[in-house]
């Protein structure tokens, strides 16, 4: 059983930085596209970033230049970098891993929660 644990979220003022981890465990996800979402209240689950078995990275616009998405295969953990943060930045984060074959992701954390205040 695979568990995806994210990490690191917190309250932070606008222009700010933080680093959200998560970390997984039960099956190494080496050869996984490693992603990073975001849900506020009332809206559905975006897309933020991604991040392929071989570190190719793809960005939503939003977050684009301020973002950085990584990953550590040796630890199974993938990271996101958020710096500049804005107050439309605050949602809940979630990370999520996607087999190559896999249309959706196979496998969410429980999600951690980003708050910008201005």
């Known amino acids: 059983q695979v568990q995806l644990v994210e990490s690191g979220g917190r309250l932070v003022q606008a222009g700010g930085s933080l680093r959200l981890s998560c970390a997984a465990s039960?099956?190494?996800?080496?050869?996984?596209?490693l992603c990073w979402f975001r849900q506020d209240p009332g809206n559905q689950r975006d897309l933020v970033a991604t991040?392929?078995?071989?570190?190719?990275?793809n960005y939503a616009d939003s977050v684009k230049g301020r973002f950085t998405i990584s990953r550590d295969n040796a630890k199974n953990i993938v990271y996101l970098q958020m710096n500049s943060l804005k107050v439309e930045d605050s949602a809940v984060y979630y990370c999520a891993a996607r087999a190559f074959w896999s249309s959706s992701p196979n496998y969410w954390g429980q999600g951690t929660q980003v708050t910008v205040s201005s």
């Open positions: 039960g099956r190494a996800l080496n050869n996984y596209i």
């Open positions: 991040i392929t078995k071989n570190c190719v990275t």
